[in-house]
């Protein structure tokens, strides 16, 4: 049995960073992910007039619960989503002029349901180019708060960046939802916000969050569960493997850890307990419908091992998909056919049927992290993969290609 030790969540990491500049007193985050996506979410509140002191498996946050510290900043998200949804957000809760611009790729995905959200609650927010996106200014003098309505089908960042929000106004905030993707991520939120001290409650699809503020803490990220889906697959994958991750157990917050739950029913052999997580492969992978609506991040991941089940894998209710860091289901379906695999795709699902991956085949990225470590998966068997931009993994896993080549030659 292999133990693999995952780096921190990339999500857990980012709503830390957003709840810690805001607590009163100084909070120290335990085990960080070190990635593009976080450091440029920590030089983001650096640039707002945060403190932020870094070491190796500590960052150490000085709250301000009155807003930025500096009273104009220019801020660069580079392709962070949480970064470029989640900091506007924090600004708008103090006094100040704050620009916001984002790589050409997170210039590309949306904004909108949030910036109309915000604007519903008096935020003075313009975009500077295109109505929705990146770049933008926000003309801050605090929230006052009161009730709202949001879409938020597209992404639930934006529910946790209101939510998060919601201590840090004058009144407190209601949020009534009409419609939500990845709810388990806002679970994450919920859980760190009541963590760090706020009064957050669930009526169905309205959220009331009291203007309580927040508290400083000691707070450890946990591995992070979407990272993990590849050492799973690749360990499904190959007869006689196995592979461990502690730290992802019975009480982890993040529900992509559910994409063992896909694995068990395609003949792994799954045992989750109070420390860590393993899957066993049996020599079976078979093929399954499965909704992936709560845990599409995984989506690529189930794609890329689709084609060694011996019957078609269909996933669906992934629509949301589409507007990640690239479009992930055209880009899954296009890779794979390049390596001679039957795939059919709709709106909001795939359906890969089963085959032989053929290379040599360059894996056309996207500039997209998680089409480069899913395909990695493929690959265990398909010689002649490679990939045209294979440093994008940087956004979340820097040393990815090195840990996942040292995990397959374990015997």
């Known amino acids: 049995m292999t133990v693999i030790d995952i780096p921190g969540s990339k999500s857990v990491t980012a709503r830390a960073l957003f709840l810690a500049a805001a607590a009163e007193g100084t909070t120290t985050l335990l085990r960080p992910l070190v990635s593009d996506d976080t450091e440029g979410f920590a030089e983001g509140l650096t640039a707002l007039g945060?403190?932020?002191?870094?070491?190796?498996?500590?960052?150490?946050?000085?709250?301000?619960?009155?807003?930025?510290?500096?009273?104009?900043?220019?801020?660069?998200?580079?392709?962070?989503?949480?970064?470029?949804?989640?900091?506007?957000?924090?600004?708008?809760?103090?006094?100040?002029?704050?620009?916001?611009?984002?790589?050409?790729?997170?210039?590309?995905?949306?904004?909108?349901?949030?910036?109309?959200?915000?604007?519903?609650?008096?935020?003075?927010?313009?975009?500077?180019?295109?109505?929705?996106?990146?770049?933008?200014?926000?003309?801050?003098?605090?929230?006052?708060?009161?009730?709202?309505?949001?879409?938020?089908?597209?992404?639930?960042?934006?529910?946790?960046?209101?939510?998060?929000?919601?201590?840090?106004?004058?009144?407190?905030?209601?949020?009534?939802?009409?419609?939500?993707?990845?709810?388990?991520?806002?679970?994450?939120?919920?859980?760190m916000m009541r963590a760090f001290g706020a009064d957050v409650r669930q009526d169905g699809r309205t959220y009331r969050v009291a203007p309580t503020g927040y508290r400083a803490r000691t707070y450890g990220i946990e591995p992070d569960a979407s990272t993990a889906s590849y050492f799973?697959?690749?360990?499904?994958?190959?007869?006689?493997?196995?592979?461990?991750?502690?730290?992802?157990?019975?009480?982890?917050l993040q529900g992509d850890l559910a994409f063992v739950d896909v694995l068990r029913r395609m003949g792994a052999d799954v045992e989750i307990t109070d420390t860590g997580t393993t899957v066993r492969s049996t020599g079976t992978l078979r093929g399954l419908t499965v909704n992936m609506r709560d845990i599409s991040d995984t989506m690529p991941t189930l794609a890329a091992l689709a084609p060694f089940a011996d019957g078609p894998v269909r996933i669906e209710d992934v629509a949301n998909t589409r507007v990640k860091e690239c479009d992930r289901l055209d880009a899954c379906a296009e890779n794979l056919r390049r390596l001679g695999i039957t795939v059919h795709t709709g709106p909001d699902w795939i359906e890969i049927h089963p085959g032989t991956p053929t290379g040599p085949v360059e894996i056309a990225t996207h500039g997209d992290h998680r089409i480069v470590m899913s395909f990695a998966v493929t690959a265990l068997r398909t010689p002649g993969i490679t990939f045209d931009d294979p440093g994008c993994v940087k956004k979340t896993f820097p040393d990815f290609h090195r840990v996942f080549d040292a995990f397959v030659r374990t015997p």
């Open 50 to 191: 945060y403190a932020v002191r870094r070491e190796p498996d500590a960052w150490h946050i000085e709250g301000r619960p009155a807003g930025p510290g500096a009273e104009t900043a220019d801020v660069y998200c580079r392709d962070g989503a949480t970064t470029a949804r989640f900091l506007p957000t924090l600004a708008a809760a103090g006094r100040g002029t704050y620009r916001f611009d984002a790589s050409a790729q997170m210039r590309g995905r949306p904004l909108g349901p949030l910036s109309t959200a915000l604007r519903t609650l008096g935020v003075d927010l313009r975009h500077l180019e295109k109505e929705g996106h990146h770049p933008l200014d926000v003309h801050a003098r605090g929230v006052k708060g009161g009730a709202l309505t949001l879409d938020a089908g597209q992404s639930s960042q934006y529910l946790t960046a209101l939510l998060m929000l919601g201590p840090l106004t004058a009144e407190g905030l209601d949020i009534t939802v009409t419609d939500l993707v990845s709810e388990p991520y806002v679970e994450i939120t919920l859980s």
């Open 232 to 252: 799973f697959a690749a360990a499904a994958l190959e007869p006689g493997r196995s592979v461990t991750v502690p730290g992802l157990g019975t009480g982890a």
